[in-house]
């Protein structure tokens, strides 16, 4: 009897993984034949599949946890960089503003985080529905709002919208956004706006290239070792018990902007 239930179990599991894959690329079909699809469900799959992994490999409670779009998702070297800090990593695809917002219960608040790393909005400005930075900053302020509404101590750390390659036409739009993004989050408590964007330009405001894939969207190893150079100290000062407080760090050329104090950066660009 015992062995009958075993192999009934096992064939469960089997059916579920099975059920669960064609959900899985029957979602990412949809997203790909048809980009005029602007709905969270697309990715029902994709969350599902983050829940079924967290039931196999329970993450660490108060952990730093990172959520966004496919720049999240596909930084693989994430838990090694962040050490001393546990960190949980939950980017899904073309994820936008409203995706994480709806998708909230699932990807924030069952992680019971120490702290919320955001990086999203990048594809609430590109084509085929591309929102204003007055509506970008709407939105940030919804799923701001929304994550201080229960979790009202944990600090909220946005990641500034990157320049690409691709989207090098929008960066007019991209900086707007940002400027209203930090203007929203010097005011507010424990919202921590990081202007990491200059990283990926240079002295004369033009892309560094060999920052990026050759898809020219997303960053490739030294693009993240950029990235990580800045956001691991914000995290680390804001995530030392000291006071939460609003604040924005920039980062340009040779400078680390800090709260209206600049700090030399020997060395801080490569060329």
């Known amino acids: 009897m015992d062995e009958k239930c075993t192999v009934m179990l096992s064939r469960l599991k089997m059916f579920m993984a099975f059920i669960m894959l064609v959900l899985f690329l029957m979602a990412w079909f949809r997203l790909d034949s048809n980009p005029n ?32 779009s496919s720049s999240i998702r596909l930084w693989r070297t994430l838990a090694e960089d962040f050490v001393p800090l546990s960190v949980i990593k939950r980017g899904f695809g073309g994820a936008t503003l409203n995706d994480v917002i709806y998708y909230a219960e699932e ?64 960066w007019p739009v991209i900086q707007q956004a940002n400027k209203l993004i930090k203007m929203y989050a010097d005011k507010q408590p424990n919202v921590i706006f990081i202007d990491s964007a200059g990283l990926f330009l240079d002295k004369k405001q033009s892309l560094r ?63």
């Open 37 to 68: 699809i602007d709905s969270p469900l697309i990715w029902q799959a994709q969350i599902a599949a983050f829940q079924e992994e967290d039931r196999k490999r329970p993450p660490k409670i108060g952990s730093v946890l990172f959520v966004g």
């Open 107 to 170: 990807v924030i608040f069952s992680y019971q985080p120490q702290a919320v790393v955001l990086y999203v909005g990048s594809n609430d400005i590109k084509s085929p529905s591309p929102k204003s930075p007055t509506e970008v900053l709407h939105l940030t302020k919804q799923l701001v709002e929304k994550i201080h509404k229960r979790l009202p101590l944990v600090p909220v750390f946005f990641i500034a919208i990157n320049p690409t390659p691709k989207r090098w036409h929008l």
């Open 209 to 271: 290239y060999s920052l990026f894939k050759k898809d020219q969207l997303h960053l490739n190893q030294a693009g993240y070792a950029q990235w990580l150079r800045v956001i691991k100290p914000v995290l680390m000062k804001h995530l030392k018990n000291e006071p939460a407080q609003s604040s924005s760090h920039i980062f340009r050329d040779k400078f680390l902007v800090c709260e209206s104090h600049w700090v030399s950066f020997s060395g801080f660009w490569t060329h």
